[in-house]
DNA sequence: TAACAAATTTAGATATATCTAAATTTTATT
DNA sequence: AATAAAATTTAGATATATCTAAATTTGTTA
């Protein structure tokens, strides 16, 4: 049976290696663990010894495809705890992830699928990240970052890249929320600074904001 | 912050001082948890040095104010999840409680809270046992086990002493449930049988089945 | 009460996890 | 290509948890 670190693990493998290409390198992983290389390294052997992962020393590993369904076994499991929190028990989206962290960790599939069930087998979290489904099949839509939805085309909000508590509180005062339609209506080249329609209201937006909403045009 | 082994050790000394009188030995904790004495001494050690309990050389333990808080914390996460699981999640009552061992250490206050208030405020867990309310006060009503009951008196199930598997499906197959209406109808001196009415059905059960059945008369 | 048995504690071994600092390998720069 | 810088690994230290076996204390019985 897999530690409870040894899960965090996979898990921060696995979304390193989503947003780059490649094998995923040892401080890549110290940084999103906050743990010294030196423990990456041992924890690298020992996921490899468990072929849960590629490893060749000094060059990073890779999940195995046995270590990619042991990832998004657990991606599964965060996001449908955070899906519950919301719908059913008054969080806001920006206080689940830290209960997810450890609701994450228990070990039932009947209370996984059951809990799915429950939820009525919702595609996607609070954030707008897909949720693996049974078979561990995601279902991702187009979308793009809001800084790059063309002047004029009519967009929804379906994500968020950032899922920091700051950036979503921040996207609650401004009432920008997953579903919400947005719209560039016009972009300041001097400061790179966007003039966005969002629901009813229109506002001004840095670039940094718009590089961290996914939109579907 | 406590370690899940405290966690689970706190509440193996809440439960066995409730079941006896005095200090709590050793080795009934380790007979609870599953650890040589020798461990358990460790424990002690690390729970007195957190005043969490008294604990006297070769006296074995006591729960402090303090420590018995922190118990019936634990408690209250593990019966809520219960009644969760059992109300929303289609779990049997005797599927509940390995998952429970797992979600009672999940810390989170609002999680708790919320839970409850999503469950209704219940008073009792699918084994009729009291839910500590938020300020950790339990209801408990007046309950003798079914073999004390005087024959012909009516009573109803309203918990079971023993919480294992085997036993609970027993009863799930006699068709004997928390709320079920019981009677003694004859008392048989010679093996100490009792004959009894259960909801609809008359039938025999063995002494030991009726020192696990508690009613209300 | 002396002697034995049972319970408990202590001492020391083993296993695991993580760190620091030194050594090694890879990558970048001149 | 040689050298410097950065990344990674190794070696060894520290901390924690749990065990076995021996020592100690307590409880029981002749
Ligand atoms: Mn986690
Ligand atoms: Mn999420
Ligand atoms: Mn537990
Ligand atoms: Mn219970």
Redesign the interface.
């Known amino acids: 049976m897999q530690t409870l670190s040894t899960e965090d693990y996979l898990k921060a493998i696995y979304h390193v290696s989503q947003s780059s290409s490649g094998a995923v390198a040892t401080t890549s992983i110290a940084k999103q663990i906050g743990a010294k290389p030196s423990s990456v390294t041992d924890m690298f052997k020992k996921l490899s010894d468990q072929n849960l992962v590629k490893y060749q020393k000094y060059q990073g590993v890779s999940l195995t495809n046995e270590g990619v369904k042991t990832a998004l076994r657990i991606i599964r499991k965060h996001r449908l705890w955070e899906s519950f929190?919301v719908s059913?028990?008054?969080?806001n989206w920006d206080?689940v992830h830290?209960?997810a962290e450890?609701?994450e960790h228990?070990?039932?599939e009947?209370?996984t699928n059951?809990?799915e069930?429950?939820l009525d087998y919702p595609t996607h979290d609070p954030h707008g990240d897909p949720i693996p489904n049974r078979a561990l099949f995601m279902k991702t839509y187009n979308k793009i970052l809001l800084n790059e939805l063309p002047v004029n085309k009519e967009g929804v909000c379906v994500g968020v890249k950032d899922n920091s508590s700051n950036f979503l509180r921040y996207l609650d005062r401004r009432q920008i929320g997953i579903g919400t339609p947005l719209q560039v209506l016009h972009r300041e080249d001097f400061d790179d600074s966007l003039h966005i329609q969002a629901g009813k209201s229109t506002l001004m937006i840095t670039i940094k904001i718009a590089e961290n909403i996914y939109v579907k045009p």
Not at 88 to 91: S, V
Request: charged fraction near 20%; hydrophobic fraction near 45%.
């Open positions: 929190l059913h028990l008054n969080f206080e830290q209960v450890q609701l228990i070990q039932s009947k209370l059951e809990l069930r429950f």
